[in-house]
């Protein structure tokens, strides 16, 4: 079964900073691409950052410049700095896989901006 933890959440002030992580098996590191997902209350899951194997990535129009994703394929675990933040990012952020996400989400960890 496929497992992935993300950690790191928090609440922090506008501008501040938080890195997430997210840690699974091997053979989900193995495929191309991962990505960060996140969830506010009321609104879709939608992707923030993706990642291939390679280390291409791509962010969603308002967290670029401020987002980077990076993964380390020897650790299996995918990172997520998120730098300037702000209100509008809080959210539950989880990782999965990219373009198709596996069926069974982790806990996902909760960022909360503060105004």
């Known amino acids: 079964q496929v497992q992935l933890v993300e950690s790191g959440g928090g609440l922090v002030q506008a501008g501040g900073s938080l890195r997430l992580s997210c840690a699974g098996s091997?053979?989900?590191?193995?495929?191309?691409?991962m990505g960060w997902y996140r969830q506010a209350p009321g609104k879709q899951r939608e992707l923030v950052a993706r990642?291939?194997?390679?280390?291409?990535?791509n962010y969603e129009d308002s967290v670029k410049g401020r987002f980077t994703i990076s993964r380390d394929n020897a650790k299996n675990t995918i990172d997520l700095q998120m730098n300037s933040l702000k209100p509008e990012d809080s959210a539950v952020y989880y990782c999965?896989?990219?373009?198709?996400?596996?069926?069974?989400w982790g806990q996902g960890t909760q960022v909360t901006v503060s105004s």
């Open positions: 091997r053979i989900i590191f193995s495929i191309d691409a």
């Open positions: 999965n896989r990219y373009p198709l996400p596996f069926p069974s």
């Open positions: 990642i291939t194997r390679a280390g291409s990535t």
